[in-house]
């Protein structure tokens, strides 16, 4: 089954052609650079420009498919969660497509979109697909939670941040630090410079087993860079690599603990924060299961893990497949 698939949830425009859920035929992603000059996304400038990149990068991407809309059998597309505007623009674009060509719609959660990267994969060799029941941990720009995949589609919430999100805290952090925007990459390169026992710095807790909290963590590292900036110098790459070590410990641990407690085949991680090598490697060091982590640019938000998710949400249509356009809308309930 060949799925077109669309997504424009926030300010990556992206439009994939997947076959069976799991083969990339094209994947085409166009991540708007409009917001660096605000330091943050903008939601109407967001919008406006997933609807003057749509046409060119479908062209793109069927182009580099070989294929037309003719040879497509469905057409999906994120309808949530995410910014309104931006949404409205790629489903709204998605249902004209699908009636148009007389295929069918499919309405994706974006954040099974970030679950179901891990069965994606380019070429002719298809790696074997994660086993299940499994951990997963999905870590992005706007969410951090860590569920109990225990069949397709079929998600229990163990714990989610209590304030910001794990991307958000990289964002401000490198904000803070005059990295730019988004901070996640950069805190990274920074951090490979920088010493990660440089300075400690206090893990939140929460008091519920698997719940995080950042906002104290960024607190201290606020602190800390007013502190440093008042002594006369700020050795980023020090602040960078304690931090980005705090905030894996705190996801790592949470991770370990689930993995111990349930039993389950696998962890998989996804979402942005995902790309994170030194996240990574944390939880690796932590748990014996196999660990499946999506490739760092199927991390980040693309067009191909909305057609994966797509057709496993036909495959598996037991949990319902959302048709309206929601800002929010959870992957899991506890
Ligand atoms: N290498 C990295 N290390 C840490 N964080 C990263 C890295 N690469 C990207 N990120 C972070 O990932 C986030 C973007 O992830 P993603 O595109 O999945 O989020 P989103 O789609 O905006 O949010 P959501 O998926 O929750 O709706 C940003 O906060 C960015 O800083
Ligand atoms: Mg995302």
Wanted: proline share 6%; aromatic share 4%.
């Amino acid at each position: 089954m060949i799925i077109l698939s669309i997504e424009t949830s926030c300010d990556e425009t992206g439009v994939a052609v997947v076959e069976d859920g799991r083969r990339i035929v094209s994947n085409v992603v166009a991540s708007q650079t409009v917001h660096e000059k605000t330091g943050g996304i903008v939601p109407e400038v967001a919008a406006r420009e997933h609807l003057r990149q749509l046409d060119p990068i479908l062209r793109e991407a069927l182009a580099r498919a070989r294929m037309d809309l003719r040879d497509v059998d469905a057409v999906a597309a994120t309808v949530g969660p995410g910014l309104i505007g931006a949404l409205l623009v790629g489903a709204t674009y998605a249902r004209g497509l699908a009636l148009a060509s007389g295929k069918p719609f499919i309405g994706v959660n974006h954040l099974e979109g970030h679950v179901y990267a891990n069965w994606l994969y380019e070429g002719d060799v298809a790696p074997p697909e994660p086993v299940l029941p499994a951990v997963v941990l999905v870590v992005s720009g706007a969410h951090s939670d860590l569920v109990l995949m225990e069949d397709h589609r079929s998600f229990r919430l163990l714990g989610r941040t209590i304030d910001d999100a794990a991307g958000e805290a990289y964002d401000k952090v490198a904000r803070l630090l005059g990295l730019g925007f988004p901070g996640g990459p950069l805190i990274e390169k920074a951090a490979r410079d920088g010493d990660s026992r440089s300075y400690a710095l206090p893990k939140g807790e929460t008091g519920a087993r698997y719940d995080v909290s950042f906002s104290g963590l960024k607190t201290a590292v606020l602190r800390l860079e007013r502190e440093l900036e008042g002594r006369g110098r700020v050795p980023v790459p020090d602040v960078a690599a304690s931090f980005q070590r705090t905030i894996n410990e705190m996801l790592a641990e949470r991770v370990a603990r689930a993995a111990a407690e349930f039993d389950v085949r696998t962890v998989m991680l996804g979402g942005g924060v995902a790309a994170n090598l030194a996240l990574r490697e944390e939880i690796q060091r932590r748990v014996s299961l196999p660990l499946r982590v999506p490739p760092p640019k199927l991390c980040i938000d693309n067009g191909a893990m909305i057609g994966a998710a797509g057709y496993f949400s036909l495959k598996h249509r037991g949990s319902g497949i959302p048709t309206l356009v929601r800002s929010h809308m959870p992957l899991a309930r506890a």
